[in-house]
């Protein structure tokens, strides 16, 4: 099986994993009970884990919540701004093209008598399709928006949003900043010493740590906008108050050594990820004649260099993937590809539904080798050209 799906989950690197299984095994102590060394140890474990990470990201490490992944993150950011009881804003704004765990997430706020604005995103065919209209965004703004939700990159077009024009705009308004960073992190540099973002989300999966851990981070202390969120879990107190529930070290210490890992190599990654994707693109270009380009142009300014999204001609991509099962890639977002309704990114840009049916996404990651691409373009042109003639 050749791997074209990393913006779906990316493989755990075994460097990690050899990083976290001392604090599965014999480090197995509760990092909450520090009268013995054993719980101390654990402790410390996820104190420097949590260094780590505020270096990286460029926030205090006090500031990071540990959470189950991006999925409670985006919860947890967006309705514990909107429902903290000191909360008098009643408005939400976020994009058309967000991830499922944030859209959900303002729709039951809808339902509870928020108001949530949905703003359009560039349309394809303008070189940043995917991209936050920013002149919708700046009229969406007002003196009720409590929170703006913008992801940095998106899971199915890999396009990147343009924060730091978007952050100076929000907080004119005096709103907060939540941004989905979870295809961002350990792919492209995310520092909020540079973007002014209140709050940030990520998995750890997504840059080849373990699953099932993810983070928030919360502009807090001293910073000029503190934010106040009403927690989603409580119980025993833990991480301030904000996320009860015994930490896991393992997880956290996982989650920091790929990050660290991850940013340290990101350079090399980069380049190495925009050369298979360009030679998978025109690899397959090639061979399928009328193969459209989804989202942006390929420039690696304005979209993640391991992203690929296409549209076939003639064919629906579930039938392109059952035709070449020994390449994994995806039709829509994986995350919801239990559900059978076309990409609400792609149609966000302006595709049919029949169009978006038939595309495809393909994440190329860093365990992803050069003879791996040439194999995957030879079985996907072979499996296109079945489907496409057993048409006629
Ligand atoms: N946001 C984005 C942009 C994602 O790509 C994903 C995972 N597909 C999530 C949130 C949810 O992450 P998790 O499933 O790890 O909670």
Redesign the pocket.
């Known amino acids: 099986m050749i791997y074209l799906d990393n ?2 989950t990316t493989p755990c690197d075994r460097r990690v994993l050899d990083r976290m299984l001392p604090w599965l095994t014999e480090k197995f102590g509760n990092p909450h009970s520090t009268s013995h060394e054993i719980g101390r140890e654990a402790a410390q474990a996820i104190d420097s884990s949590l260094n780590v990470m505020g270096a990286i990201l460029g926030v205090a490490a006090d500031s990071i919540l540990m959470t189950s ?4 993150s ?1 919860n947890l950011a967006i309705d514990g701004v909107c429902r903290h009881p000191r909360q008098k804003r009643r408005n939400v704004i976020t994009t058309t093209i967000e ?1 499922p ?1 944030v859209l959900d997430v303002v729709d039951r706020l809808e339902k509870d008598g928020f108001r949530v604005t949905r703003v359009p995103v560039h349309q394809q065919g303008h070189e940043s399709a995917g991209q936050v209209d920013l002149a919708a965004l700046r009229d969406a703004l007002n003196e009720d928006t409590a929170l703006v939700s913008v ?1 940095w990159a ?2 199915e077009i890999g396009v990147i949003q343009p924060l730091d024009q978007i952050a100076a705009m929000v907080h004119e308004a005096g709103a907060l900043l939540h941004s ?1 960073a ?2 961002a992190v350990g792919r492209i540099p995310v520092s909020l010493a540079e973007v002014d973002v209140d709050l940030l ?1 990520a ?1 750890a ?2 840059f080849y740590g373990p ?1 099932g851990v ?1 983070f928030l981070t919360i502009a807090s202390g001293c910073h000029p906008r503190r934010v106040r969120l009403k927690p989603l879990i409580v119980g025993g107190g833990q991480q301030r108050n904000l996320r009860s529930g015994t930490m896991a070290p393992a997880n956290v210490v996982g989650c920091a050594a790929a990050m660290e890992l991850a940013c340290a190599e990101i350079e090399s990654t980069a380049r190495e990820a925009l050369s298979l994707r360009d030679r998978l693109w025109s690899g397959l270009n090639r061979s399928i004649d009328e193969l459209r380009l989804n989202g942006s142009s390929l420039e690696p300014s304005g979209r993640l260099v391991g992203n690929l999204n296409v549209m076939l001609p003639g064919i629906e991509g579930e039938a392109w993937m059952s035709a070449t099962p020994g390449v994994a890639f995806s039709s829509g ?3 919801s590809s239990v559900d059978a309704k076309p990409s609400h990114v792609l149609t966000g840009i302006g595709l049919s539904e029949s169009e978006a049916r038939r595309s495809v996404r393909f994440g190329v990651g860093k365990f992803n080798t050069r003879d791996e691409i040439e194999l995957a373009i030879a079985a996907l042109v072979e499996g296109f050209q079945r489907v496409a003639g057993s048409l006629q």
């Not at 992944?69 to 409670?72: I, L, P, Q, S």
């Open positions: 913006h779906a992944g991006a999925t409670e985006n991830h765990a992801h998106n899971n989905d979870t295809q989300s998995s999966h997504k699953k993810g977002s994986a995350c």
